[in-house]
């Protein structure tokens, strides 16, 4: 493209000059009046178009610099996004993998004032003919762990009179005692590695607006809507660092269905953590 655009100047400097050789009265000066006098006297005219080619290709160097810097920089772009794609999906793996991992088991407060069973022996039951796990007392794993964890932990925010409050300390609280204490072993590989993925993507100079809400958009793709109900609650406890700016920067809660816990974290986190990022 640069090359091009060299030699279209090259040409126009080359038809500025004839055109300026050739005058009519240049060349009469210079075929009919010829004498040394004038002969000079044309020749200084000149000047100003020595001049003028000079800056043309002058401003001609300075372009194809231009232009080799920028695909320099577009080549540099692409080998960086190629690294970050590469880091970005093994990272991701590892996220699916943590999710699978994780387990849970209703609190022992909670299955008694369920009226669960809180005596190991009990926890199996007779299907038929056959024995299994009694499903309210049993471990769960991976999107089920969630879902429990939420289940017990919108019970104790009702317990704990913060349904209809903004007491952000006690809700706080509250997920400290009933989920990172009992589990951080479990949730807290988890969100680590969701802190990461997205802190990256934040952090990265080199990816465009747009880029970044794609990379975004496809880890929270990734999540249940009890994922990012326990992410918005983990994001208010002061382990999280800034968690939450993560949470509302990448729109994490966008995707919570209406009810309890979405009119809770509403409290608690800006409507941008809510809508769509475009």
């Not at 699916?96 to 209703?106: C, D, L, M, P």
Request: charged content about 25%; glycine content about 6%.
């Amino acid at each position: 493209m640069e090359d091009r655009f060299v030699f279209r100047v090259a040409i126009g400097a080359s038809i500025v000059w004839l055109v300026w050789f050739f005058h009519p009265s240049l060349a009469e000066r210079m075929m009919v009046h010829w004498n040394g006098e004038k002969v000079g006297q044309w020749g200084d005219s000149f000047g100003a178009l020595n001049a003028l080619m000079s800056t043309l290709a002058f401003a001609a160097v300075l372009y194809t610099l231009r232009l080799q810097q920028r695909q320099i920089d577009d080549a540099q772009r692409d080998q960086h996004i190629q690294r970050f794609e590469s880091s970005y999906f093994e990272l991701l793996r590892l996220f699916r993998e943590a999710r699978a991992a994780i387990k849970f088991e209703y609190g022992l407060e909670y299955r008694k004032s369920k009226g669960y069973a809180s005596n190991p022996s009990t926890n199996i039951i007779r299907v038929g003919r056959a024995m299994a796990l009694n499903p309210q007392t049993a471990q769960r794993q991976g999107d089920e762990a969630f879902r429990a964890a939420m289940i017990e932990f919108r019970y104790w925010m009702q317990s704990g009179g913060v349904v209809g409050k903004s007491n952000i300390n006690l809700l706080a609280e509250i997920y400290t005692k009933r989920i990172h204490d009992r589990y951080e072993g479990q949730f807290g590989p988890y969100f680590r590695l969701m802190y990461t993925i997205l802190q990256r993507i934040s952090e990265d100079d080199k990816l465009s607006p747009n880029e970044k809400a794609r990379y975004g958009n496809l880890l929270r793709s990734q999540i249940s809507s009890y994922e990012a109900a326990i992410a918005g609650f983990n994001g208010l406890s002061p382990v999280s660092k800034d968690f939450s700016r993560l949470i509302t920067e990448f729109r994490l809660l966008k995707y919570l269905p209406s009810g309890t816990t979405r009119r809770v974290l509403e409290r608690h986190y800006p409507p941008e953590a809510f809508n769509a990022r475009d």
